[in-house]
């Protein structure tokens, strides 16, 4: 299943390849815009997109659209993944004390939680 969703993704990227009505350019390039680089500096690692002035076309618009749709398909999918590996973890006693008492009822959603916080 996990190379399905690796092909998957990999098949959402290589749809980009040909696209060129768009683009990215990093944070720091001339091209970014300087409000971006304030707002966003705790997320220095996403890139500015950059569309023409005009905005973009019908079929631009639709290709990112289906590429959304692809790309949350695949998430969902390792997000299933990743729950049914968290759900055969065994959580330690340890941890499952350590959580608040309305934690201590669902400690694989806290520990889940945990994980995706660290």
């Known amino acids: 299943?996990?190379?399905?969703?690796?092909?998957?993704?990999?098949?959402?990227?290589?749809n980009f390849k040909d696209q060129n009505e768009f683009y990215y350019v990093?944070?720091?390039?001339?091209?970014?815009?300087?409000?971006?680089?304030k707002k966003n500096d705790d997320k220095w690692w996403l890139p500015?997109?950059?569309?023409?002035?005009?905005g973009l076309s019908d079929?631009?618009?639709k290709f990112l659209h289906y590429q959304k749709d692809c790309v949350n398909q695949v998430l969902k999918a390792a997000m299933a993944i990743n729950a049914q590996?968290?759900?055969?973890i065994e959580i330690p006693e340890s941890y499952i004390d350590s959580l608040p008492k309305?934690?201590?009822?669902?400690p694989t959603k806290a520990y889940s939680y945990h994980l995706e916080q660290h």
Do not use: G, H
């Not at 299943?1 to 290589?14: G, N, P, T, V, Y």
């Not at 500015?48 to 005009?54: I, L, M, Q, R």
């Not at 590996?85 to 055969?88: A, N, T, Y």
């Not at 309305?102 to 669902?106: D, G, I, L």
């Open 1 to 14: 299943m996990s190379r399905e969703i690796f092909d998957d993704e990999q098949d959402c990227l290589d």
């Open 59 to 61: 079929a631009a618009r």
């Open 102 to 106: 309305v934690r201590q009822k669902e």
């Open 85 to 88: 590996i968290l759900s055969e």
């Open 48 to 54: 500015t997109p950059k569309v023409p002035a005009d």
């Open 26 to 37: 990093s944070k720091d390039s001339d091209d970014s815009d300087p409000d971006s680089k």
